[in-house]
């Protein structure tokens, strides 16, 4: 298992993949967290937390990723985000700002990879049925939320467009 806040583990990974299927031509950037309390309970470990996992081993995977894609002058890369960056909630603002973050630096990154044949993409998935959501205890049916597979069929039509078409993000 790795740890996606260490540099020296994002790079066994990236490693690790590239001994497994000979090159890297897709990351999936989809870890996170979701550490929430209302503004003014918010601490500085809250904070850490969310941006730690949510952003910054976002910007790492990226970073490893995007140097191997440019070198092979093709690759697609798929950030998640969350519908919480489209409006950041007050009883989440320490998440909704790391999820801003990763559409900042996905926009960022759709720049510095198109010269090189790199894609870059990102989706804005809502309420997801996921063991992280459920044990948030939030005030709202299950029932009306997005499932996993609806963010993969999400992925895999993003994939499965021509080389000349890029979908720069999605809101599901």
């Known amino acids: 298992m ?13 490693k690790t993949a590239i001994m497994t299927y000979d090159s890297l031509e897709i990351l999936i950037n989809n870890a996170g967290t979701h550490v929430a ?4 309970e918010m601490d500085e470990n809250e904070w850490n937390e969310n941006m730690n996992i949510n952003l910054k081993a976002t ?13 092979n002058r093709q690759g697609y890369i798929i950030n998640v985000s969350s ?15 790391s999820k801003l973050g990763v559409v900042g630096l996905t926009q960022a990154l759709y720049e ?5 044949g790199v894609k870059v993409s990102f989706i804005y998935p809502g309420m997801t049925d996921t063991q992280m959501l459920r044990s948030i205890n939030l005030p709202v049916d299950p ?25 720069k993000e999605i809101v599901p």
């Open 2 to 14: 790795a740890d996606v806040t260490k540099r020296q583990d994002i790079d066994l990974i990236i």
């Open 37 to 40: 309390s209302p503004f003014f």
């Open 59 to 71: 910007l790492f995977l990226n970073q490893a990723a995007l140097k191997i894609m440019k070198e």
């Open 83 to 97: 519908t919480a960056a489209l409006q950041v909630p007050a009883r989440a603002v320490a998440y909704g700002i």
């Open 112 to 116: 510095m990879g198109k010269e090189f």
């Open 143 to 167: 029932s009306d939320w997005m499932l996993p597979e609806d963010i993969t069929n999400c992925i895999l039509f993003i994939l499965k467009q021509s080389d000349r078409v890029v979908v």
